[in-house]
């Protein structure tokens, strides 16, 4: 604990990490300025009649929203839920099959996966349809646009951020000896060598604190602004809210029964684990390169080669299936951040794709810095 402790210090007081916090911080209160008062307003009004009438719209909701003062919002509110129905019941997932099927044309395999997958959806619809998620009124209108500003953009700007910080954490603390010349003889005994196992753990703790950081400093005041108070217990699959995947709207399916407020729970976990996973990437690199810049570049240059390698299977070589493949990938489980615990869509090989690709990461990544470590043992670092 104690040499954890001395690697926090360095890390720490570094001037440049304190620098980029405030430069997210500020760039994060920009992104919470963005969306008009208007919205915010129309979403607030609709959490307070939601809290106050009950989440679920039925026959009582519209009853009570009519002994309500009339206001522009609710006028809009009530001619928005009037006439709703069970949207999910007869939902059959074999037009999501056809529309990919069509999609993969001429890869039989990945045609093949997207079947199966959409076979196992259609349970989740019918248990959706069954306990009537759809009819929960969520936000009402705004429910798309708010969801997609909280998970699209505030919240996948706070865990690309946190990846940053924790290739810092990790290539800074991993590179410090050799940046200030005292590496050889630090590595001079075996004691020495594993303060590099220690090093590894400091950075993965200080990358989630500093991850925990900016989710409180920017959800924090996102939570002030826009009220949840009488939506946490909402369906997230309400009819209001929908994913989109090439151009193609379909409800919002999860392949678990998700309220508003266990999915925000969720979210931040999984950001967490995509957090850790690129903090491992940092730390092999900065032991099998040896130079912190260059280890840098080369995770970069892993990211990039990942998503640049995705595009040309599909668009030059056409094959889907090992593009589906790819999509396990850290940087591909970033990008499809605001799909996380639904189908996914073309992004999606298996259910709980986000869930499945982490664990996969975790493991392959937490494998490899072992290899790493232990290579850095031995290897003749003057």
């Given at each position: 604990?104690?040499?954890?402790?001395?690697?926090?210090?360095?890390?720490f007081?570094?001037?440049a990490?304190?620098?980029?916090?405030?430069?997210?911080?500020?760039?994060?209160?920009?992104?919470?300025?963005?969306?008009?008062a208007?919205?915010?307003?129309?979403?607030?009004?609709?959490?307070?009649?939601?809290s106050?009438?009950?989440?679920?719209?039925?026959?009582?909701?519209?009853?009570?929203?009519?002994?309500?003062?009339?206001?522009e919002?609710?006028?809009?509110?009530r001619?928005?839920?009037t006439?709703?129905?069970?949207?999910l019941?007869g939902?059959?997932?074999?037009?999501?099959?056809?529309?990919?099927?069509?999609?993969?044309e001429?890869?039989?395999?990945?045609?093949?996966?997207m079947?199966?997958?959409?076979?196992?959806l259609?349970a989740?619809?019918?248990?959706?349809?069954?306990?009537g998620?759809?009819?929960?009124?969520?936000a009402?209108?705004?429910?798309?646009?708010?969801?997609?500003?909280?998970?699209?953009?505030?919240f996948?700007?706070?865990?690309?951020?946190?990846?940053?910080?924790?290739?810092?954490?990790?290539?800074?603390?991993?590179?410090?000896?050799?940046?200030?010349?005292?590496?050889?003889?630090?590595?001079?005994s075996?004691?020495?060598?594993?303060l590099?196992?220690?090093?590894?753990?400091?950075?993965?703790?200080?990358?989630?604190?500093?991850?925990?950081l900016?989710?409180?400093?920017t959800?924090?005041p996102y939570?002030?602004?826009?009220?949840?108070?009488?939506?946490?217990?909402?369906?997230?699959?309400?009819?209001?809210n929908?994913l989109?995947?090439m151009?193609?709207?379909r409800?919002?399916?999860?392949w678990?029964?998700?309220?508003?407020?266990s999915?925000?729970?969720?979210?931040?976990a999984?950001?967490?684990?995509?957090?850790?996973?690129?903090?491992?990437i940092?730390?092999?690199?900065?032991?099998?390169?040896g130079?912190?810049?260059?280890?840098?570049?080369?995770a970069?240059?892993?990211?990039?080669?990942?998503?640049?390698?995705?595009?040309?299977?599909?668009?030059?070589l056409?094959?889907?299936?090992?593009?589906?493949?790819?999509?396990?990938?850290?940087a591909?489980?970033?990008?499809?951040i605001?799909?996380?615990?639904?189908?996914?869509?073309?992004?999606?090989?298996?259910?709980w794709?986000?869930?499945v690709?982490?664990?996969?990461?975790?493991?392959?990544?937490?494998?490899?810095?072992?290899?790493?470590?232990?290579?850095?043992?031995?290897?003749?670092?003057?």
């Amino acid at each position: 604990m104690r040499l954890a402790v001395w690697e926090w210090q360095k890390l720490f007081r570094l001037p440049a990490l304190w620098v980029f916090v405030g430069l997210c911080l500020v760039f994060n209160g920009l992104l919470l300025a963005g969306p008009s008062a208007q919205d915010r307003a129309f979403f607030n009004d609709t959490s307070a009649d939601a809290s106050l009438l009950g989440q679920r719209v039925d026959v009582e909701f519209l009853a009570g929203l009519d002994t309500l003062p009339d206001t522009e919002n609710r006028a809009l509110l009530r001619l928005s839920v009037t006439g709703l129905e069970n949207t999910l019941e007869g939902y059959d997932t074999g037009e999501l099959t056809d529309f990919y099927q069509n999609l993969m044309e001429g890869d039989p395999l990945a045609q093949s996966w997207m079947a199966w997958k959409y076979d196992l959806l259609q349970a989740r619809v019918d248990h959706l349809a069954q306990t009537g998620a759809a009819l929960d009124l969520y936000a009402g209108p705004i429910t798309y646009n708010s969801h997609q500003y909280l998970y699209d953009t505030l919240f996948q700007a706070v865990v690309a951020e946190s990846i940053l910080l924790g290739l810092l954490c990790a290539l800074y603390l991993v590179g410090y000896e050799g940046m200030s010349g005292t590496r050889s003889l630090t590595c001079a005994s075996r004691t020495g060598r594993r303060l590099w196992r220690s090093k590894t753990l400091a950075a993965l703790a200080a990358a989630l604190g500093l991850y925990a950081l900016l989710a409180l400093l920017t959800l924090g005041p996102y939570l002030l602004l826009w009220d949840y108070g009488g939506i946490w217990s909402a369906s997230v699959s309400s009819q209001f809210n929908y994913l989109v995947d090439m151009l193609y709207s379909r409800p919002f399916l999860t392949w678990a029964d998700f309220t508003v407020g266990s999915y925000f729970a969720a979210m931040v976990a999984a950001g967490g684990a995509l957090v850790a996973v690129f903090t491992l990437i940092g730390t092999v690199a900065g032991l099998l390169v040896g130079n912190t810049y260059g280890a840098a570049i080369a995770a970069a240059a892993l990211c990039a080669l990942i998503i640049g390698l995705s595009s040309l299977l599909v668009n030059s070589l056409g094959l889907w299936w090992a593009y589906l493949l790819t999509t396990f990938s850290p940087a591909y489980l970033w990008l499809a951040i605001n799909g996380w615990f639904t189908e996914l869509g073309q992004g999606g090989l298996v259910p709980w794709q986000e869930t499945v690709g982490l664990a996969l990461n975790l493991l392959v990544w937490g494998g490899f810095t072992l290899l790493a470590l232990r290579r850095f043992g031995r290897k003749d670092v003057a």
